[in-house]
Antibody
Framework: QVQLQESGPGLLKPSETLSLTCTVS??????????WGWIRQPPGKGLEWIAT???????NYNPSLQSRLTVSRDTSENNFSLRLVSVTAADTAVYYC????????????WGQGTLVTVSS | QSVLTQPPSVSGAPGQRLTISCTGS?????????VHWYKQLPGRAPKVVIY???NRPSGVPDRFSGSKSDTSASLAITGLQAEDEADYYC???????????FGGGTKLTVL
């Protein structure tokens, strides 16, 4: 049974860099049937796609975040990470990682999520 | 502003039938990309209840059904139960964004 777990600091100051890692167990991030993604949800608001890591290593970014965002993967550790620079209060959100079925493109399962708060 | 449009809230009495709409455009739902529906309880991660327009994962009651037509999709719930109270999100894929897109979410209240 595949499981995803987000990890990273929960509190940042404005202008700092957000770094999160999603560790996958029960499946390989190089399996051709799946992609892997980051999604975030500001408190009380809806879901926003951040980026997708394909099994080939190709990465697609949400254009609204691309200028501040770097996503990478570590196949030896079976995890993928995001790095968002120059954070502001608007980046405060629960950050989720999820597995995406490659052909039909739905997220299942999701990690439990990790709350990141940006505050001075 | 979400790419897909959902009503902010719906409500119904136990036993009733409810539908939640999801409206997109020609670059997502209208481009023949699948629509998926998620249920989110407070403080929990979303969980798929309908995938690929009308398919139910194992464990999801057959009271849940989905449909898609042109640039829109709908989630229907019959025999409404208290446990159905949650936020529901639709999701598709957008060719302009080259990535997944979500609706703004609908809060379902069981009266």
């Amino acid at each position: 049974q595949v499981q995803l777990q987000e990890s990273g600091p929960g509190l940042l100051k404005p202008s700092e860099t957000l770094s999160l890692t999603c560790t996958v167990s029960g499946d390989s991030i190089t399996t051709s049937s799946y992609f892997w993604g980051w999604i975030r949800q500001p408190p009380g608001k809806g879901l926003e796609w951040i980026a997708t890591v394909e099994y080939t290593g190709n990465i697609n970014y949400n254009p609204s975040l691309q200028s501040r965002l770097t996503v990478s993967r570590d196949t030896s550790e079976n995890n993928f990470s995001l790095r968002l620079v120059s954070v502001t209060a608007a980046d405060t959100a629960v950050y989720y990682c999820g597995r995406i079925l490659r052909h039909r493109k739905w997220f299942d399962p999701w990690g439990q999520g990790t709350l990141v708060t940006v505050s001075s | 502003q979400s790419v897909l449009t959902q009503p902010p809230s719906v409500s119904g009495a136990p036993g009733q039938r409810l539908t939640i709409s999801c409206t997109g455009s020609t670059s997502n739902i209208g481009a023949d990309f699948d629509v998926h529906w998620y249920k989110q309880l407070p403080g929990r991660a979303p969980k798929v209840v309908i995938y690929a327009n009308s398919n139910r994962p194992s464990g999801v009651p057959d009271r849940f059904s989905g449909s898609k037509s042109d640039t829109s999709a709908s989630l229907a719930i019959t025999g409404l139960q208290a446990e159905d109270e949650a936020d529901y999100y639709c999701q598709s894929y957008d060719s302009s964004l080259n990535g997944p897109v979500f609706g703004g979410g609908t809060k379902l209240t069981v009266l």
